[in-house]
Every structure is written in C-alpha cells, then in structure tokens.
C-alpha cells in the first residue's frame, strides 16, 4: 500500500525553539518530495522541495534519504507565524499528479 | 504571484443533487487536478487532467465524477447524485510540470455540504 506517514504531533513549542518533522515513505519508487504547510481549513501551500542532496530555505532544512526512504524538515528559531500543520507529500514514479499526502503533524508555536 | 481561483467557497447541496465545482488554473499550467479533504483526514488525489483528457484518476473518482475543460480557462468538478459522504473540502490544482517536480499550487477550495 503507497502510504506516507508522519509524526502524530501535536507539537508545543515555545517561540525560538527548533523543532524537528518527521516522515517516512512505502514506495521505493516514490520519485518527488516536498513538505506542504496547511493552515486551518485553507489550502496546502508548498513550503519546499526536498532533495536528496538536502535543501535549505531560510530557517527551514529539509533532507532526504531514499535508502531509509525517510523525510525530514526542520525548522529553526520558531515563530508564532509557524504554527501550522506540515505536510509531508511525495509524488509516485510515473505518476501523473498522484501525490500522497501525509495527514500532517500540527505545531503550535507559543509566546 | 500566480492563483488559482476556486468557486464557490462554499456550496451547500441536498443529497441526490448535482454540483458544479469550479477552477480557473494558472494561465501557463498545462496540468489540472482536483483533489479532496475530508474534515480531520488527509488530503487524497481524485484526478489529473491533461490535453483535454484525463491522465489518472483514484479509486474515489468513480462515475458519479466527472471533469471538463469547457474553454480555455475553466477547469470544472461535476459530482452528480451527492451523498453525505461526499462532503468534503475540493481543491485544484496546477502544474507546470506532469511530473509533479515543481509541486503544485492549489486553488483556496471549495468546502461542499451535503445534507
């Protein structure tokens, strides 16, 4: 079964603090990753692209190993503005527009 | 920078009746899709659309859906004979890349009642 799955969350996390997502993947064929943020009931927003080589965006880093077929974004020095939940999505092989989506893991940033 | 534009954002239908979800993809996307959200579950793909014809579709996109290109710029979701179920957040998509390595921007949604 093609499943992504997440961190349950929720994570508290007062403001500065860094905090760590998780996500791991079923399908070795999995060829695009990215890490989707969704605020309450509004749509998913891209927040980056994953790569195998790991990628950095601002406060956020995201890195990718396809042997442990794992997923992970980082965040650092949290803002209020970061609380969301985070998506972890990935895209089949050969797939036209299939992504699976994690069903997220909710932060809170608190003062 | 660049939306896609979604209506209505809210439609409230009894059961057994048809909708009409609506999209307007970003103009230089070549790729569609309508996905959905049941409240409190993941975000589940429904279809993809390319060059006037279907790509994929999931298991939930059974014949009570149906999608259309009627012009250059609109990008539709029919559900006919709704049910309870079928209540849910609806959300476009494009993409300028089949392959899905761009990502995708969705449209702000559609949340469909039905009752």
């Known amino acids: 079964r093609k499943e992504v799955e997440q961190d349950p969350g929720p994570f508290n996390v007062p403001e500065g603090a860094t905090v760590a997502f998780n996500c791991t993947y079923s399908n070795s064929a999995s060829q695009s990753f990215f890490w989707y943020r969704q605020d309450c009931r509004k749509e998913p927003k891209l927040l980056m692209s994953v790569y195998s080589s790991g990628n950095e965006d601002g406060r956020f880093t995201a890195q990718l190993n396809r042997a442990s077929q794992y997923i992970s974004l980082l965040i650092r020095d949290s803002k209020l503005s970061d609380s969301a939940t985070y998506l972890c999505?990935?895209?089949?092989?050969?797939?036209?527009?299939?992504?699976?989506f994690g069903k997220g893991t909710k932060l809170s940033v608190k003062p | 920078e660049p939306e896609v534009t979604q209506t209505p954002s809210h439609q409230v239908t009894q059961m057994g009746q048809e909708v009409i979800l609506r999209c307007v993809p970003i103009s230089n996307h070549l790729y569609f899709y309508w996905y959905r959200q049941i409240l409190g579950q993941k975000v589940e793909f429904l279809v993809s659309f390319y060059n006037n014809e279907i790509s994929e579709k999931s298991e939930i996109f059974d014949d009570q859906f149906s999608v259309e290109r009627p012009d250059g710029s609109n990008f539709t979701l029919k559900i006919r004979s709704t049910k309870l179920e079928d209540s849910a957040m609806y959300f476009c998509a494009s993409s300028a890349s089949g392959t899905g390595a761009l990502g995708y921007t969705f449209g702000s949604g559609t949340r469909l009642t039905v009752v």
């Open positions: 999505v990935v895209n089949m092989a050969g797939s036209q527009g299939n992504l699976i």
